[in-house]
């Protein structure tokens, strides 16, 4: 509700405890800000029961915070892209799509935040520039703990983070080719 009712440039501060929602941010420069990612007393996302997002990849799979674009074509080309989004102090976890997502997305920041044991990505960016990625946690995630693609000119900066217990830590893929390489580490 908060998120809904924010004005752009608006601070939303989430106390501790643990929430059973997904979360959708599509204006700009909303700060996102938890109590911290750990699970005693900082702020953790739980799937909801019959959760749904705009950001699912199909019925039953929905991320636990979603920054997506403000408007697509009608090819699903990204027309407006939502900026200046900060995400931080969230633990997110057990979530049936990814931890965090970004899709759309122009100098957003992500930091201070763990995803974990979730059925996609921990923390990924897609057709997204400029992102800052800093002091994250993912693991135990199905696919990579942190995932950057889809978009030659990505310009994402990703320091300071801890990936473990994924078949890949980290996925990087342009788009700028027809059939793009995937580089992982």
């Given at each position: 509700?908060?998120i809904?009712?924010a004005?752009?440039?608006t601070t939303i501060?989430v106390?501790?405890?643990t929430?059973k929602?997904?979360?959708l941010l599509?204006?700009d420069n909303?700060?996102?800000?938890?109590?911290?990612?750990?699970?005693?007393n900082g702020?953790?996302l739980?799937p909801?029961?019959?959760?749904?997002?705009?950001?699912?990849?199909?019925?039953g799979?929905f991320p636990?915070?979603?920054?997506?674009?403000?408007?697509?074509d009608?090819?699903?080309n990204?027309v407006?892209?939502?900026?200046?989004v900060?995400?931080?102090?969230?633990l997110?976890?057990?979530f049936?799509?990814?931890?965090?997502?970004?899709?759309?997305?122009s100098?957003?920041?992500f930091?201070q935040?763990t995803a974990?044991?979730?059925?996609?990505?921990g923390?990924?960016s897609?057709?997204?520039?400029?992102n800052?990625?800093?002091?994250?946690?993912?693991?135990n995630n199905?696919?990579?703990?942190f995932?950057?693609?889809d978009?030659?000119?990505?310009a994402?900066t990703l320091?300071?983070?801890l990936s473990?217990g994924?078949q890949?830590?980290?996925?990087v893929?342009?788009?700028?080719?027809?059939?793009?390489?995937?580089?992982?580490?």
């Open positions: 509700a908060a809904n009712a004005a752009p440039g501060n106390a501790p405890g929430f929602e997904t979360l599509r204006k909303i700060r996102l800000i938890g109590a911290g990612d750990n699970p005693y702020t953790v739980e909801p029961q019959g959760g749904r997002s705009f950001c699912g990849d199909g019925p799979s636990g915070i979603c920054v997506v674009a403000k408007k697509f009608q090819n699903f990204v407006t892209p939502v900026q200046g900060e995400v931080s102090g969230f997110v976890r057990n049936p799509g990814d931890g965090i997502v970004s899709f759309g997305g100098h957003l920041s930091h935040n974990a044991n979730n059925a996609g990505y923390i990924t897609f057709v997204s520039t400029g800052v990625f800093d002091h994250l946690i993912a693991f199905a696919e990579p703990g995932y950057i693609g978009l030659p000119t990505a994402v320091t300071n983070r473990s994924h890949q830590g980290i996925s893929r342009p788009a700028n080719t027809a059939h793009p390489p995937t580089h992982s580490l």
